[in-house]
């Protein structure tokens, strides 16, 4: 599978520095978080969508869940390799895009967690069709009844972070909510073009329901810090907790 995105290139970069960013340092809360949330147990099977480094799914696999990992990276998976390996723990890992893959149905439960691919736009993604996708290949993941947890990019805190000049110079598209910005991978490598996707509640709720997820509860879910709590206006991350139909989608 060759290269075909912007943030294919940047992670496929920034691989090797990932575990060191100052949210990734509080794994095994966030999965206490996660495990309660999910309802699961030992030998529940869970995917982690954008798994990145696989510091979710390694820290799930060591107790004791059988852990899919899918990412779009070869970086990125190569370095969850790695991890599962030092971890003396088995993780089955997927190259594929979020938004068009298939696995066979049935999974406990599925999480999609610090914008390891909900949000990340290629530049000819569409806004509203590619999260809407990695939605409905969620559904389809689950069995009916089984939860759903995901952290997006609160849309709220966009808007009141950008202005006119910002919107005007092509940094901020209200309208798609998404922004555009160069960002280096780290280790002194070129800056890198991407485009990323913020979200309201409404909207989100809405995209869930259309996927067959209806949403649970939708609370501020900044990596680091998650809790039971409302969204702030001002937080970077909103957590949704969602549960697999038990019939089709209606919409």
């Not at 003396?88 to 895009?97: F, K, L, M």
């Amino acid at each position: 599978m060759p290269e075909n995105n912007s943030w294919e290139r940047f992670f496929d970069r920034h691989a090797s520095v990932y575990d060191g960013n100052i949210f990734t340092r509080n794994t095994s809360a966030e999965v206490d978080f996660l495990v309660e949330e999910l309802g699961v147990s030992p030998g529940d099977s869970i995917l982690d969508v954008g798994c990145g480094t696989g510091r979710h799914a390694v820290e799930l696999a060591r107790r004791g869940f059988r852990v899919t990992g899918l990412d779009l990276s070869a970086g990125m998976l190569e370095r969850a390799r790695e991890a599962a390996r030092t971890a003396n723990v088995q993780v089955h890992w997927i190259r594929a895009d979020a938004a068009d893959f298939s696995l066979p149905k049935g999974f406990d439960a599925v999480v999609c967690l610090c914008e390891g691919a909900f949000g990340l736009l290629s530049e000819a993604d569409d806004p509203i069709g590619q999260p809407l996708s990695i939605l409905r290949n969620v559904a389809e993941s689950l069995r009916p009844g089984a939860r759903f947890v995901l952290t997006a990019l609160n849309g709220a805190a966009m808007l009141r972070r950008y202005g006119k000049r910002d919107i005007a110079e092509g940094r901020f598209d209200p309208r798609t909510m998404v922004e555009s910005s160069s960002m280096s991978p780290g280790g002194g490598l070129p800056e890198i073009a991407v485009r990323e996707r913020g979200f309201v509640p409404t909207e989100l709720e809405l995209m869930c329901r259309i996927a067959g997820l209806p949403v649970l509860s939708i609370w501020g879910g900044t990596a680091g810090g998650w809790e039971r709590k409302p969204l702030d206006p001002d937080e970077i991350e909103m957590m949704v907790v969602a549960r697999r139909s038990k019939t089709e989608p209606s919409v």
